[in-house]
């Protein structure tokens, strides 16, 4: 830990400026590091829209406070049929960037610092350094990994209330049970999502501009770096081999 | 392989923090693959629920009924099917009507046309059902007390004209409408209805006057009823011309094979 001669206290070598007078490089370069490309900013944005639409009308549909204020049946039956059908399409598009896919794997495959971080949530460690994270944390990894299943199944339950007889099987009551119920599940951890990137301004920076602070990269995903750095190794043996 | 990886990180662990570019900073191998695990588990708890539905449903209604009447706060009837019925409404908005403004019109095919006050119908002689009332959206709520005049004896007061064979029903919110035919029509158990379970019909349960078809799926029972016509054949209602059975009979119609309600 340096400080900086003129400044008021010690500062934070992590998040020096590069602007600041006689700061040199540090080795990692400069104060902002890139998250997202476009084309993952741009997935997230049209789905997180989609979603919007979707969890809109449902309530629209569903809570006869809202559906008496607006009414129009037809129409919002249609727009949530829509948006919800729609839904994985800025998914698949997205799978053509590369940086999307590898954050895809990133999601996928947990680190043994994410058994780290599930035990520091679950006995509420919030210190600094308690809750060690890779690009993603464990918890943003399984929240994406399960929105994914609920989506598949709201989209397939969702299929099931609108072609009735697509799956004799299967009854249009039953169907709707699960609609519902995961509705309703989904809806909680939405608003979970959001909660939290209401309180973590740095995050939401990410993912509006596609770059962040080192500091925040640091405090918040102190594994990232090690992460790729893995990945880099890893690729690189690969192409030795 | 991986659980070596583990072990061996987790050993450095704590000098590594130190310094930062400790030995497990060199740690490259992949992790295990649980959020695929996640994502599939998700789907097989999904496709488990689908299966069982049919039983979990009757049971967790059961449960949520019961609830409902014993939670003060209201909470239980804001949960999936918690307070049994659910409000659809295909009109953008639905003006209120009350004694003073309900008007019934009969007219089309008939001898008599003529327009029923709310006390007119009231004056009439009542019919009281006590039958389930299912939705072709899933929903069924036991048991629902009707009260009204029956649709025959208006009828039968205007004098439906030979080449009358169906009647086509419009409602005050402007957009919905709703079929039966003559013989449907006539049946015992098919009201303009003023009363459910007990109480005059509030708006957002179609009130104060509706059609209630004890025998076919709910969207028969058009809400807001203010016209009966008399036609020469049946015109299809308003869901009808998106698909639905113009006979919806429960459990005969819509691909559906609920248990009847008559």
């Given at each position: 830990m340096t400080s900086t001669a003129g400044s008021a206290g010690p500062t934070d070598g992590t998040t020096r400026r590069p602007s600041e007078p006689g700061a040199a490089p540090r080795p990692?370069?400069?104060?902002v590091i890139r998250r997202f490309t476009l084309a993952e900013r741009l997935v997230h944005r049209t789905t997180s829209w989609l979603m919007l639409l979707c969890v809109a009308t449902a309530a629209f549909l569903y809570v006869p406070q809202l559906a008496e204020l607006v009414g129009r049946r037809y129409l919002v039956v249609t727009v949530h049929e829509w948006s919800g059908i729609l839904l994985p399409v800025p998914f698949l598009a997205g799978l053509v960037s590369h940086a999307f896919r590898r954050d895809l794997g990133r999601i996928n495959r947990f680190a043994p610092y994410d058994r780290e971080w599930l035990r520091a949530v679950r006995r509420r460690w919030n210190w600094a350094g308690a809750r060690p994270a890779g690009k993603f944390n464990a918890g943003q990894k399984i929240y994406a990994s399960w929105l994914a299943g609920a989506t598949v199944l709201m989209i397939f339950t969702g299929l099931l209330m609108w072609f009735t007889?697509?799956?004799?099987?299967?009854s249009r009551t039953s169907a709707t049970f699960i609609h519902d119920w995961l509705a309703l599940t989904v809806g909680i951890v939405l608003a979970g999502h959001i909660g939290m990137a209401f309180k973590d301004p740095g995050a939401r920076r990410g993912m509006r501009t596609g770059s962040v602070e080192r500091g925040w990269a640091r405090r918040e995903h102190s594994e990232w770096e090690d992460e790729t750095a893995a990945e880099e190794r890893r690729e690189a043996r690969r192409r030795s081999d | 392989m991986f659980n070596r990886d583990v072990s061996e990180r987790e050993d450095g662990r704590g000098n590594e923090r130190e310094g930062?570019?400790?030995?497990?900073?060199?740690?490259?191998g992949r992790g295990p693959a649980i959020g695929r695990r996640v994502l599939l588990g998700t789907l097989a708890v999904g496709a488990g629920g689908l299966a069982a539905a049919p039983y979990l449903q009757g049971g967790l209604e059961k449960f949520l009924g019961a609830a409902s009447q014993v939670d003060?706060?209201?909470?239980?009837?804001?949960?999936?099917?918690?307070?049994?019925f659910r409000f659809y409404n295909v009109a953008a908005s639905v003006p209120t009507k009350t004694a003073a403004t309900y008007r019934l019109k009969i007219d089309g095919l008939v001898e008599h046309p003529r327009s029923y006050t709310l006390a007119d119908l009231e004056a009439l002689p009542q019919t009281r059902t006590d039958l389930d009332v299912q939705c072709v959206t899933g929903w069924r709520v036991p048991k629902v007390p009707f009260q009204g005049v029956k649709v025959s004896d208006l009828l039968d007061a205007a004098g439906v004209k030979a080449e009358g064979r169906a009647l086509r029903f419009t409602c005050f919110d402007g957009t919905y409408s709703e079929s039966l035919t003559l013989t449907q029509a006539r049946r015992n158990d098919v009201l303009v209805a003023l009363r459910m379970q007990g109480k005059p019909i509030g708006k957002d349960h179609g009130g104060p006057v509706r059609l209630y078809v004890a025998p076919m799926y709910f969207y028969k029972s058009a809400k807001w009823l203010s016209g009966i016509s008399v036609t020469d054949k049946v015109e299809p209602g308003y869901w009808e011309e998106y698909g639905?059975?113009?006979?919806?009979?429960v459990g005969r119609s819509n691909g559906r094979d609920d248990a009847p309600t008559v």
């Open positions: 990692g370069g400069s104060a007889g697509l799956l004799p099987l299967v | 930062g570019q400790g030995d497990g900073g060199r740690w490259d003060p706060t209201g909470i239980v009837n804001t949960l999936p099917n918690g307070g049994g639905y059975d113009v006979d919806g009979w």
